[in-house]
């Protein structure tokens, strides 16, 4: 059962304009959350990250929402860069434990 | 400063057959994790390993085994290899000392492996 979806398989934007990754997940004992980035043989890195006690993390150009009540997390990229072409991965970690437990991600394409 | 590194690269194996991956995590992390990505799927968790113990373990059968050295580093190995089990293997590394539970994961580069 997947528990992190990421329900957009891919996205598109233009140079300078806004790019928003969305996140939804089902498993209300995560607690805290991240996004990776992956360029194509290479390993995810890590993104920036929110604990589940804020709603907002801020990290120069990318912006993550957490809105507990929904279930729902979004990354904003602004502006967006054509560097910012990835596969984008949602992550949630629970109380309890270690593992990463990733959605299926996102691959955005930033056009000049 | 090396981040984490696997090998093999890339791997051909045939039904049936035993593989082990290695991975040498980031200098200064004593924790390792392993992570299965098949096409088109996010990484799902295999186990991980901290003081050469396995301390948290995934949805894998127990084909699926592994060990860490006192150096920290780690194998991944798989028995009886199945169509199915052909994916990318990462590996993870953190440090206990930084974030706690929080900790950074920071991944290597994957070993891609293909089972005939």
């Known amino acids: 059962d997947q528990q992190v979806k990421q329900n957009s398989p891919s996205l598109s934007v233009q140079e300078g304009r806004i790019s928003i990754l969305n996140c939804d997940y089902t498993n209300s004992m995560f607690d805290y959350f991240l996004w990776y980035k992956k360029y194509p043989a290479e390993g995810p890195t890590f993104l920036i990250s929110i604990s589940s006690i804020k709603d907002k993390n801020e990290d120069g150009r990318f912006t993550v929402f957490l809105n507990k009540s929904a279930k729902h997390l979004s990354l904003h990229i602004v502006p967006s860069q054509p560097g910012d072409s990835a596969v984008y991965f949602c992550a949630a970690k629970g109380s309890v434990g270690y593992a990463l437990n990733f959605g299926k991600g996102t691959s955005l394409l930033v056009t000049p | 400063d090396a981040g984490v590194t696997q090998s093999p690269t890339h791997l051909i194996k045939t039904r049936g057959q035993q593989v082990t991956l290695r991975c040498s995590p980031k200098?200064?992390?004593?924790?390792v994790s392993w992570y299965q990505q098949a096409l088109g799927q996010g990484p799902q968790f295999i186990f991980q390993y901290y003081e050469e113990e396995e301390r948290q373990r995934g949805n894998f059968p127990d084909r699926f085994s592994g060990h860490q050295f006192p150096n920290y580093s780690s194998e991944l190995n798989v028995n009886a290899l199945l169509l199915g089990d052909s994916a990318l293997y990462l590996c993870?590394?953190?440090?206990?000392?930084?974030?706690?539970?929080?900790?950074?994961?920071?991944f290597g580069p994957g070993t891609r492996l293909t089972v005939l």
């Open positions: 993870a590394s953190s440090s206990t000392l930084s974030g706690g539970r929080y900790n950074e994961q920071f």
């Open positions: 200098s200064g992390h004593d924790t």
